[in-house]
């Protein structure tokens, strides 16, 4: 469970960082807006672990003998792909206000790809996938509200936590690794 809460933490904060940008970025934060990227942001990062553990479930009997090695190599290209965005993003890059329509759908699936890889790996681990995904969902959807709130408050500072997400699931994905040598 506490690798699962683990993941969940890393995962949302890629949703975490999206709406402390949206919160910073906008002159009125009403609680209708939070709560639609909320929801949206946490329905989203519950469904994508289910369907990858769908497809991970028909290949995980294929690479048995080596899914340890599959585990590693997905969890730390989504580490590492955090860690990049962390690092590149601009500052001074204007956000649109993607709390509605089509901007919040897309917003909603790009942070929930790396929620994608990571129910691919649950299948090939064996976890129990619908715990693990309303554990997801449900961080997805608090440190998406907290996200919001937060930068809201303190507009004009902001620091890339993507970038301790990233970290958080590479080394989950290392001792997942080392448990199974």
Same mark, same amino acid.
């Given at each position: ?8 933490? #890393?995962? #949302?904060?890629? &949703?975490?960082? +999206?709406?402390? &940008?949206? !919160? ?27 369907? $990858?553990? $769908? =497809? #991970? ?16 190599? @997905?969890?730390?290209?989504?580490? #590492?792909?955090?860690?990049?965005? $962390? ?8 956000? *649109?206000?993607?709390?509605? %329509?089509?901007?919040?759908? +897309? ?5 929930? @790809?790396?929620?994608?890889?990571? !129910? ?13 995904? +309303?554990?997801? !969902? *449900? ?7 907290? !996200? =919001? ?16 997400? %990233?970290? &958080? *699931?590479?080394? =989950?994905?290392?001792? @997942? ?5």
């Amino acid at each position: 469970m506490l690798e699962t809460f683990i993941i969940a933490i #890393g995962l #949302g904060l890629d &949703a975490f960082s +999206l709406a402390t &940008a949206f !919160g910073m970025c906008q002159k009125a934060c009403p609680r209708d807006a939070r709560l639609r990227l909320s929801f949206s942001f946490g329905a989203f990062q519950f469904f994508m672990p289910l369907v $990858g553990f $769908g =497809v #991970g479930r028909q290949v995980a009997r294929f690479i048995s003998s080596f899914d340890h090695w599959v585990v590693l190599g @997905i969890l730390s290209l989504v580490g #590492g792909k955090m860690i990049y965005e $962390g690092w590149k993003r601009d500052s001074d890059t204007p956000l *649109i206000d993607f709390s509605r %329509g089509w901007p919040l759908f +897309l917003a909603s699936l790009a942070t929930s @790809i790396d929620a994608l890889a990571v !129910g691919f790996s649950f299948a090939l681990m064996g976890k129990n996938i619908w715990f693990s995904a +309303l554990i997801i !969902g *449900i961080v997805a959807l608090f440190m998406t509200y907290s !996200g =919001v709130s937060l930068g809201h408050k303190i507009r004009g500072v902001f620091s890339s936590p993507e970038v301790m997400g %990233g970290i &958080a *699931i590479i080394l =989950v994905g290392l001792k @997942i690794f080392l448990e199974d040598l």
